[in-house]
Nanobody, 115 residues
Framework: QVQLVESGGGLVQAGGSLRLSCAAS????????MGWYRQAPGKQRELVAT???????NYADSVKGRFTISRDSAKNTVYLQMNSLKPEDTAVYYC?????????WGKGTLVTVSS
């Protein structure tokens, strides 16, 4: 089991940047995949960016070139650097981690991008 705590959300103008952090309560060594999802009002939750064990990263097409996922294994933390933010990036951003076939979720952090 793992607890995930997100931080770094907030209100930003279009074109601005934010960095989200997700701190895991245990070593990320046993985590097979970890990353970020988002859910906008009235829409389904969607993948934003993830690390897969072995170093592979996946990004949603809508954020490629603007968002970067990174990690600090010593701090059991994953980051999402979001640049060139657009109003359509407004959503609750959730951290997720897969351990032995079970997906764990954080409570989410709200990102609001004003036009």
């Amino acid at each position: 089991q793992v607890q995930l705590v997100e931080s770094g959300g907030g209100l930003v103008q279009a074109g601005g940047s934010l960095r989200l952090s997700c701190a895991a309560s245990r070593s990320t060594f046993s985590i097979t995949a970890m990353g970020w999802y988002r859910q906008a009002p009235g829409k389904q939750r969607e993948l934003v960016a993830t690390f897969i064990r072995g170093g592979t990263t996946n990004y949603a097409d809508s954020v490629k070139g603007r968002f970067t996922i990174s990690r600090d294994s010593a701090k059991n933390t994953v980051y999402l650097q979001m640049n060139s933010l657009k109003p359509e990036d407004t959503a609750v951003y959730y951290c997720a981690a897969d351990i032995f076939g079970i997906r764990y979720w954080g409570k989410g952090t709200l990102v609001t991008v004003s036009s």
